[in-house]
């Protein structure tokens, strides 16, 4: 999962999803189903711009659902406030494999009551689609209902809908870390860490102490590729943090990295957990192996935040707080500083890479 694919469905659960209460949206055999109840978008809580997706699915003969990409969430017109992507072979004129009200997918054999694989691309004005690995779609927007982010929905509009193997990876992740050196970091004065790029590797060794980025970020997807060194150390990777002084050194949110659990249960970290929001929410399981390189993905959008860890997602949570500009003490929105922690003077860290996707796109409302 070094790439950055991250998977929006467990196998188990809806864990991740807004899921409407008016359709019985569940998980049955290992899918996502939804057979009752009125029609409906599952949508994820954060918007996406550029992104790969792939989605295996399963409509019942007569059904008609679809797959929602860069959606308004309450998307009335498919023709402006969406890409639906259809599944339904009797449509009168967009047939399984169109973006309805936008493209007419050609040549394309029926789908309905099997398993199928879509694969999406979405990049700028231009959409991609393959069915079961052929290529039925290649579009470029060219007119002014252009959209270039918004939410992933699943639909489920009449008949039985299924979907599973949800994985999705942003695209156009930029280096933080260039693999030579810490351009683009300063130390917060006063830390007692060493941060040393050695063998392509950024080492953060002692402590306590905080690396941080001179630019600052709001919102973003974030993929951290990193290793804890030794059993049961803490580190972690602040965010939207304050600048950081020797007397207030990590005013942020923090990312914690500690592969610690209770009882050898990963269902019980023994802190928060890695990718968990420090003091906040605690990772629901424990993925990463110390001594293991592991990737850990987070979406900070609004006052929303979700983290996976080697593709599992480990948390959802909402800032309900009031306003604060220190996230310490309240929920911040506005942007500031990452920055690495060295967390006392057994740390043992390396970092493989550190790369960020800038989302500038305003969270769903």
């Known amino acids: 999962m070094r790439d950055g694919w991250i998977s929006l469905f467990d196998g188990k659960s809806l864990f991740g999803w807004v899921v409407p209460p008016q359709t019985n949206w569940h998980v049955e055999d290992g899918a996502i189903v939804a ?59 967009h047939k399984s494999g169109s973006l309805v009200g936008r493209h007419i997918a050609e040549n394309v054999p029926p789908v309905e009551g099997a398993w199928h694989d879509f694969r999406v691309f979405c990049e700028g004005p231009r959409i991609q689609v393959w069915l079961d690995e052929k290529q039925i779609v290649d579009f470029t927007d060219e007119t002014p209902n252009l959209r270039l982010s918004g939410q992933l929905g699943l639909q489920m509009n009449q008949g039985r809908a299924a979907y599973k193997n949800v994985y999705l990876r942003p695209l156009n992740f930029r280096k933080l870390f260039n693999g030579t050196d810490t351009t683009g970091w300063h130390p917060v004065p006063g830390s007692k860490s060493e941060f040393a790029v050695k063998e392509g590797l950024l080492h953060v060794a002692g402590g306590p102490g905080f690396l941080e980025t001179d630019e600052q970020f709001q919102d973003f997807a974030l993929k951290v590729t990193a290793r804890i060194n030794g059993d049961g150390l803490n580190g972690g990777v602040f965010f939207r943090a304050l600048p950081g002084t020797e007397a207030a050194p990590s005013h942020g949110y923090e990312m914690q990295l500690s592969n610690g659990t209770k009882n050898g249960d990963r269902t019980q970290p023994a802190d928060f957990g890695t990718g968990a929001i420090f003091r906040r929410t605690p990772a629901r399981y424990v993925v ?25 997602q480990v948390v959802s949570w909402q800032d309900t707080r009031k306003d604060n500009e220190n996230p310490r003490e309240g929920r911040k929105v506005a942007a500031g500083h990452l920055s690495l922690q060295g967390h006392d003077p057994k740390t043992d860290l390396d970092f493989e890479s550190i790369e960020i996707h800038p989302l500038n796109v305003a969270a769903p409302k």
């Open 288 to 312: 990463a192996d110390d001594r293991k390189m592991f990737t850990a993905v987070l979406i900070a959008q609004g006052d929303h935040f979700a983290s996976w860890v080697n593709g599992y």
């Open 35 to 93: 057979d009752s109840g009125e029609k409906s978008l599952l949508l994820t809580p954060y918007v996406l711009g550029d992104f790969e997706l792939r989605c295996s699915f399963h409509l019942a003969a007569g059904g008609n659902s679809g797959l929602f990409l860069r959606t308004a969430p309450n998307a009335a017109n498919p023709a402006t406030d969406t890409y639906e992507l259809n599944i339904c072979d009797s449509h009168a004129t």
